[in-house]
């Protein structure tokens, strides 16, 4: 196979910061799409990933799967996308397309699903790579159009905080007759109060900081509820059909059941792995109430929030970053200091 040499930022062990190196992409195949990339959103499964938070890193780790860029070549058989389209790469690569998963659109389910960092690149047998580089190779079924109106950096981060919210919002059919809650106020947190608001719902945040009040009432929260305040959890309790909850850490999730509707649902997107304490059955059972999870979204369901976007206008509110920046931009992301996704300005590698 036809390799070449490119930039990448990325870290070498769970202890390093990030820094540049080489990578090897695969010169374009018969349906394969290279994208000069332009903008690569700062996801926090990124800073999970190249410190392995989850214990299954392979190192090195490019990380970067919110990715806008330019087609710049293409392979024989591509039909979806020409030369210097703007297109877009999210959290897939690849899937085995033949399971009843990948028949329903449900890509992200499927057992063999490649991420776009961290999957097994199955062309040069070694890991997938990510958005902080200079170039990807990927399938055309995996390659996004995106809207001709929207701004290139603030469109980055629908390729994952955005889908990861708006999947639940749509499987669990969020209406303007619906009453939301999301749980944390960062990049997926804030995509949740702009896609739910733009279905007609009524929002509320549910936030440890004071000082996001007045923000999230102009990304289109209706209320807010500092989860720290037991009078306001108490006041808000029996009061949401959908629970979208972001949080990347370990949390009690009693608290939150208990301001579930009869029938109503919690769905964690943000912490992966087992949770201490211990939920407590009792409400679930008295109101029939359901705590469940999800993954991304599916390549269909990008497509169809991408469209949804540039129809309704939104865009994340970004803070763009040099790639130099990376290292500081991770630091202040643990401390929940970016208003409210960092999008790295990929010229600067
Ligand atoms: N399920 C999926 O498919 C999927 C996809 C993408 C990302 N994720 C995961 O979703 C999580 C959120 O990602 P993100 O990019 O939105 O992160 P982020 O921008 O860092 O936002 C997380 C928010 O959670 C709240 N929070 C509460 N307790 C926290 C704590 N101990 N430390 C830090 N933040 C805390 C903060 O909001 P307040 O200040 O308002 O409380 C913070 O802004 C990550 O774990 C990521 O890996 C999952
Ligand atoms: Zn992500
Ligand atoms: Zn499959």
Not at 98 to 111: A, G, I, M, R, V
Not at 133 to 142: A, N, W
Not at 215 to 236: C, F, W
Request: negative net charge; charged residues 20%; proline residues 3%.
């Amino acid at each position: 196979m036809n390799t070449k040499n490119v930039k990448a930022y990325g870290t070498v062990s769970s202890e390093s910061a990030l820094k540049q190196f080489k990578i090897l992409r695969r010169e374009v195949t018969e349906n394969d799409i290279e994208i000069d990339i332009l903008y690569c959103g700062v996801c926090h499964s990124d800073l999970h990933f190249a410190k392995n938070d989850w214990g299954m890193t392979v190192y090195p780790v490019v990380p970067g799967h919110e990715i806008v860029g330019r087609v710049s070549k293409i392979g024989a058989g591509v039909s979806k996308h020409s030369i210097g389209d703007i297109v877009a790469v999210g959290c897939l690569v690849d899937s085995c397309r033949s399971c009843n998963n990948c028949k329903n659109d449900l890509e992200q389910y499927c057992p063999e699903w490649v991420g776009t960092y961290g999957g097994h690149d199955k062309h040069l047998d070694t890991n997938t790579h990510g958005g902080y580089s200079e170039i990807i190779v990927v399938d055309e079924s995996f390659v996004l159009s995106v809207p001709e109106n929207l701004d290139l950096a603030g469109i980055a981060p629908v390729l994952c905080a955005g889908i990861t919210t708006w999947s639940p919002l749509r499987h669990w059919n969020v209406n303007k007759d619906s009453k939301v809650a999301v749980v944390g106020l960062g990049g997926l947190g804030h995509m949740a109060i702009k896609l739910a608001h733009a279905l007609g719902a009524h929002v509320t945040l549910f936030s440890r900081s004071t000082n996001k009040i007045e923000d999230a009432k102009a990304l289109g929260a209706h209320e807010v509820i500092i989860s720290t305040d037991e009078s306001q959890m108490e006041n808000a309790m029996g009061a949401f059909d959908l629970i979208i909850d972001t949080v990347p850490y370990e949390h009690d999730l009693n608290p939150y059941v208990g301001t579930l509707n009869i029938n109503g649902t919690l769905v964690i997107v943000g912490y992966l792995g087992p949770i201490d304490p211990m939920l407590v059955t009792v409400p679930m059972i008295m109101g029939r109430k359901s705590v469940a999870g999800s993954l991304i979204g599916g390549i269909t369901e990008t497509q169809e929030l991408l469209d949804f976007c540039g129809k309704h206008n939104i865009t994340s509110d970004v803070e763009v970053i040099k790639m130099q920046e990376i290292n500081a931009a991770y630091e202040r992301m643990l401390k929940s200091d970016v208003k409210y996704r960092f999008v790295i300005d990929m010229k600067s590698l």
